[in-house]
């Protein structure tokens, strides 16, 4: 009942930048929480950074002020600034929101986007 679209991955070499984005469209009542996670081959997914209504954020500790997220409420997005990249930021992304539609406005469910690949090498 959320559908997420990821945009904005792909291939930048050390040192670079890249701008993920992330819309979401549907019978959205309200979107709360947004975050970005990713997930490197072999490894667990964790936690990039998060983003609430208001948009207080938190980010992963292996962040160090490298990314920024942020949100545009009316429009229903979330953005994933990163610059500096790594070969250790090569992942796959996805978004995430915890949002309620308009015929359950009382449930909040998590929904994930598909994932955007990120190659950050030379």
């Known amino acids: 009942q959320v559908q997420l679209v990821e945009s904005g991955g792909g291939l930048v070499q050390p040192g670079g930048s890249l701008r993920l984005s992330c819309a979401a469209s549907?019978?959205?009542?309200?979107?709360?929480?947004m975050a970005w996670y990713r997930q490197a081959p072999g490894e667990q997914r964790e936690l990039v950074a998060t983003?609430?209504?208001?948009?207080?954020?938190n980010y992963g500790d292996f962040v160090k002020g490298r990314f920024t997220i942020s949100r545009d409420n009316a429009k229903n997005t979330v953005s994933l600034q990163m610059d500096s990249l790594k070969p250790e930021d090569t992942a796959v992304y996805y978004c995430?929101?915890?949002?309620?539609?308009?015929?359950?406005?009382?449930?909040?469910?998590?929904?994930w986007g598909q994932g955007t690949q990120v190659t950050v090498s030379s």
């Open positions: 983003i609430t209504r208001s948009s207080s954020t």
């Open positions: 549907g019978n959205i009542f309200s979107i709360y929480t």
């Open positions: 995430t929101v915890r949002a309620s539609v308009r015929n359950k406005v009382w449930e909040v469910i998590e929904y």
